[in-house]
T-cell receptor, first 113, second 114 residues
Framework: SQTIHQWPATLVQPVGSPLSLECTVEGTSNPNLYWYRQAAGRGLQLLFYSVGIGQISSEVPQNLSASRPQDRQFILSSKKLLLSDSGFYLC????????????FGDGTRLSIL | GDSVTQMEGPVTLSEEAFLTINCTYTATGYPSLFWYVQYPGEGLQLLLKATKADDKGSNKGFEATYRKETTSFHLEKGSVQVSDSAVYFCALTPRQGGSEKLVFGKGTKLTVNP
């Protein structure tokens, strides 16, 4: 069966520090991969998605970036965090065929001080 | 563009009450429709899905029917439990190739009291 792992589960970082969140998927190949952010009390905002290694599409302009160095690995990064980057970050994957749902990881709660 | 509108809540019910969370959508063609549930402090879990008109998705006592004529996908449960307390998201995937991004509603928080 397929599983998705995100880490860390919780992170507290000072303003201006770098960020690296990692997501890996097991038990499938060539998945679509997604990064979402959920601000407190709000819905989900799609940040990035990837349909293959090295292929990243950005949905909103921001100081975050994403990379996909391997087929089942998706990394969310920042060189300098802002206070507004606080939130709950969720990684998701889906099979690359029609009508398939996305499956989410357990999320990373990021607090910026 | 494609969008999902769901009742904002919060919704507070007593145990064993009937639940309806309304969801309507705007999309070109025939999207796939989903309900996700998020328990406190956790990620999203797929609750049920429907991929074509008149399909009924069901899971854990929850049901939703894909109504093309009313562009709706309302979530229902006949008798809620305290453990159903969570935030529920309605979502669609446009029937297009490529990224197959999910378009989410804003979520409805449900609290079930004993």
């Amino acid at each position: 069966s397929q599983t998705i792992h995100q880490w860390p589960a919780t992170l507290v970082q000072p303003v201006g520090s770098p960020l690296s969140l990692e997501c890996t998927v097991e038990g499938t190949s060539n998945p679509n991969l997604y990064w979402y952010r959920q601000a407190a009390g709000r819905g989900l905002q799609l940040l990035f998605y990837s349909v293959g290694i090295g292929q990243i599409s950005s949905e909103v302009p921001q100081n975050l970036s994403a990379s996909r160095p391997q087929d089942r690995q998706f990394i969310l990064s920042s060189k300098k965090l802002l206070l507004s980057d606080s939130g709950f970050y969720l990684c998701a994957w889906k099979k690359r065929s029609e009508n398939q749902p996305q499956h989410f990881g357990d999320g990373t709660r990021l607090s910026i001080l | 563009g494609d969008s999902v509108t769901q009742m904002e809540g919060p919704v507070t019910l007593s145990e064993e009450a009937f639940l309806t969370i309304n969801c309507t959508y705007t999309a070109t063609g025939y999207p796939s429709l989903f309900w996700y549930v998020q328990y406190p402090g956790e990620g999203l879990q797929l609750l049920l899905k429907a991929t074509k008109a008149d399909d009924k998705g069901s899971n854990k006592g929850f049901e939703a029917t894909y109504r093309k004529e009313t562009t709706s996908f309302h979530l229902e449960k006949g008798s809620v439990q305290v453990s159903d307390s969570a935030v529920y998201f309605c979502a669609l995937t446009p029937r297009q190739g490529g990224s197959e991004k999910l378009v989410f509603g804003k979520g409805t928080k449900l609290t079930v009291n004993p």
